[in-house]
């Protein structure tokens, strides 16, 4: 029989007096009770030194505000003890003056509160426990000692000693309960209400928006730094070894080769240094369009597309009447959602041709990328397409992959199709 994964299933089966859940529901409500201890303290306290029945009730009302956000927090992660979830933070303001005003806020004070009775019942649960161990235990040794008060009354005895020993598996039921009681009233009063799940959901999505604005910035600032520096400085060296080869035909061969110049080595030097240039400078104009295609940012989706499907080594066709500017995060994440597909379709699916359809249904961008190769693209195994899906949610849209074997395979892209407060001028220099 498998074994139960919460206190709620273990208290249903037969072996739970014998199982981890037992100690589990001890220690919750043992932790339980010297929560609301200091509570308990400062009643009797208070009722033994106040003078004033409204001061205590005052000193009660602002000891239960200022602990219930801590025994909230606290218990939020204990529920875990009985093999519930981790309860969420239902808050969404930081300041304590600004929490004053949510809801949640005061459903902990309620919850505290309710918890004052049911840390007391622990307690007296565990009390119980304790008096039943202790005479379960002293009167076998107190009868064989040979106290005169089984001579007495060894009837009222052995009683004693049957309801200790058979209070303690009812007692057992009863902690767990207390422990099961506490979990439910922790799951009704401190979990967040739909309202305030909704607000979390829009903070988080606000959160993970910036965030991705943030690194698309960045990304452009590090595409405009290589191409205003180090492709500047490339193009500068291209040129300077150009003009010495020039300036080295020019010069006599003759009276080189009288100084001791080897010419042959010589040329092959600075022929070999300019083809390194051109090769670096063609790296880092292919480095620069992957990080933020200057097309993309001047003339928007459709030339960007129609750029990345010119260069495909098998023949793709494009359909697109899309011509308006998005939001860049949008164009962005289309942009590579095409070019990564179009990737797979060139190094992995043995295409013989495939398709790119751009169209934008009111609201929402669809992008589908399709080929009649041999399929089989999972993004479950790690490749692009689970980074593409990523990227996806991050703007708010959703990627589908369909590739069964033998093909066809089809991506397609739905986004929100926002457009800029600002369209992007971007520099009009050619990378």
Request: with cysteine.
């Amino acid at each position: 029989m498998r074994r139960p994964d919460s206190l709620a299933l273990a208290l249903r089966r037969p072996g739970y007096l014998v199982s981890a859940w037992l100690p589990r529901a001890w220690l919750f409500t043992l932790t339980s009770a010297l929560i609301t201890g200091p509570f308990v303290i400062l009643i009797f306290s208070g009722l033994l030194r106040s003078q004033s029945l409204y001061a205590l009730v005052a000193l009660l009302v602002v000891a239960t505000l200022v602990c219930s956000p801590l025994i909230a927090r606290l218990d939020r992660f204990r529920v875990s003890l009985l093999g519930q979830d981790r309860i969420a933070d239902p808050h969404t303001q930081e300041l304590v003056r600004l929490r004053l005003g949510e809801a949640a806020t005061w459903r902990e004070v309620l919850y505290v509160t309710a918890c004052l009775v049911v840390g007391w019942a622990c307690a007296g649960a565990h009390l119980l426990v304790v008096a039943a161990v202790s005479a379960a235990v002293t009167i076998p040794e107190r009868v064989i000692a040979g106290d005169p008060v089984w001579d007495a009354n060894p009837a009222g005895v052995a009683l004693g000693f049957a309801v200790a020993v058979l209070s303690l598996p009812a007692l057992g039921y009863t902690v767990g309960l207390l422990a099961l009681a506490q979990g439910a009233l922790a799951r009704i009063l401190l979990a967040p209400r739909g309202d305030e799940l909704r607000r979390q959901i829009a903070r988080l999505t606000a959160s993970r928006a910036n965030l991705v604005r943030s690194f698309e910035g960045d990304l452009r600032r590090i595409e405009r730094d290589l191409h205003d520096g180090a492709q500047q400085k490339l193009v500068t060296l291209a040129i300077a070894l150009g003009s010495a080869e020039l300036d080295l035909a020019e010069l006599d061969a003759d009276e080189l080769a009288r100084a001791g110049v080897d010419v042959a080595r010589l040329k092959g030097r600075l022929d070999r240094a300019h083809d390194l240039a051109e090769a670096a400078l063609d790296d880092l104009r292919s480095t620069v369009r992957a990080i933020h295609p200057r097309v993309l940012a001047d003339h928007g989706l459709t030339p960007a597309v129609h750029e990345l499907t010119s260069r495909m080594p098998v023949p793709v066709t494009l359909t697109s009447a899309v011509e308006d500017r998005f939001d860049a995060e949008v164009e962005l994440c289309a942009y590579f959602v095409v070019s990564e597909a179009l990737t797979n379709v060139a190094r992995h699916s043995r295409a013989r041709g495939a398709g790119v359809e751009v169209a934008q249904d009111g609201d929402v961008l669809t992008v589908r990328v399709h080929d009649d190769g041999v399929g089989g693209a999972d993004p479950r195994t790690g490749t692009g397409l689970a980074g593409l899906r990523e990227r996806a949610e991050a703007a708010g849209g959703n990627l589908t992959v369909s590739s069964p074997a033998g093909g066809p395979t089809t991506v397609a892209l739905l986004l929100p199709a926002r457009a800029p407060a600002v369209v992007p001028a971007g520099p009009t220099g050619a990378a």
